[in-house]
């Protein structure tokens, strides 16, 4: 069999030979053998290990396609990570500073959308398998918080009560203080019985929000997330920073990069996890493409105290990216495009 040495990894962390060939679950450095299918390689074995290959900590890796890189180690995944943007960069001709990688802990994402579907017995939910439409149980998963975990078995019940076993639900979980906000998508259409059904599991279970293919069915309260000072309830199924510990890195370095800075354009501005903390010292004009995350901000700005002036703008900035006249009384610019 053919052998391969693995070059460098590609952008979802698959290793790339000459080829290309893309070969899951490798390490640049490696020697491995493999079966061309198209550009990817198949029955892979490793003839010569990296020294950056360890042990996957969660005994799903493997199998689910949640995680890309647990079988490296710490300090190839950070050099991994800094490549990808420092990439990305280049490509524009920025040149720039980067601060150290950080690291959140084990079991702390806040946010995951999980697959759920009937089953001959019920019902299971959990990841997609690696490269599978197969619904694959995580009970032992290392990246999510214990709060969205306990959300797997709601995802059962939704998947009996609102799918056929020829589908999938699409569960997307968001951990809040005030409970679970979830948000379901590719579910049957809501008839009278269902969206009854549903409202009585919101409250039942103690959910803040149940929404059914885009339709809020539920509120037993709002699941409000904190943006320093500011309370902000961000729409069914808005992007949030993964995990609590990177957003506050990232909000502490935005803050540090600003400065004294007086008037901030904050671009890509989701619901203001950079927007309401600068806002305590800076006046913001924010910048989003989602007219229900733009207004999610501009209400918690508006519900807070002792902020600064915040301005809001719905604009897709790939389509209408800002002219140098609309920056000229600007100080400084936090952009945070989508990946």
């Known amino acids: 069999m053919t052998e391969y040495k693995i070059l460098r990894l590609g952008h979802l962390g698959d290793g790339i030979a000459a080829g290309p060939f893309f070969a899951p679950m490798t390490l640049p450095g490696e020697t491995v053998t493999g079966t061309p299918e198209g550009q990817t390689l198949t029955d892979i074995r490793i003839v010569t290990p990296s020294a950056d290959r360890v042990t996957a900590p969660c005994r799903h ?3 689910c396609g949640g995680c890309q ?6 300090g190839l995944v950070a050099d991994f990570k800094l490549d990808v943007v420092k990439s990305s960069l280049d490509a524009h001709g920025i040149e720039t500073v980067f601060r150290p990688i950080q690291t959140s ?3 702390s994402r806040r946010r995951a959308t999980f697959a759920a579907k009937r089953t001959k017995k019920g019902a299971m939910a959990g990841f997609h398998a690696r490269g599978s439409d197969t619904v694959l149980e995580i009970p032992g998963c290392q990246l999510l918080d214990p709060t969205v975990m306990s959300a797997l078995p709601i995802a059962e019940k939704l998947a009996v009560m609102g799918t056929s076993r020829k589908a999938a ?4 979980v968001t951990a809040s203080p005030a409970g679970l906000d979830i948000s379901v998508q590719n579910g049957k259409s809501l008839d009278g019985p269902l ?9 039942t279970l103690g959910l803040a929000r149940l929404t059914w293919d885009g339709e809020v069915v539920a509120v037993r309260t709002p699941p409000i997330q904190r943006f320093g000072t500011a309370k902000v309830t961000p729409p069914p199924g808005a992007f949030l920073q993964a995990t609590p510990h990177g957003e506050a890195s990232l909000v502490e370095a935005v803050n540090e990069a600003v400065g004294e800075a007086r008037h901030v354009m904050d ?3 989701g619901c203001g996890t950079f927007s309401l903390p600068l806002a305590q010292k800076s006046e913001v004009h924010a910048i989003e493409g989602d007219a229900a995350m733009t207004a999610a901000l501009d209400q918690g700005w508006r519900m807070s105290k002792g902020l600064k002036p915040v301005t809001t703008e719905t604009r897709d900035l790939f389509r209408r990216p800002l002219l140098p006249d609309e920056m000229s009384k600007i100080d400084a610019v936090v952009l945070d495009p989508p990946r």
């Open 61 to 63: 890796f493997k199998a």
């Open 105 to 107: 802990p084990a079991q």
């Open 195 to 203: 969206r009854q059904e549903l409202a009585i599991l919101c409250d």
């Open 69 to 74: 890189l647990q079988h490296g180690s710490d």
């Open 169 to 172: 639900l699409a569960v997307t």
């Open 267 to 269: 671009l890509f501005a």
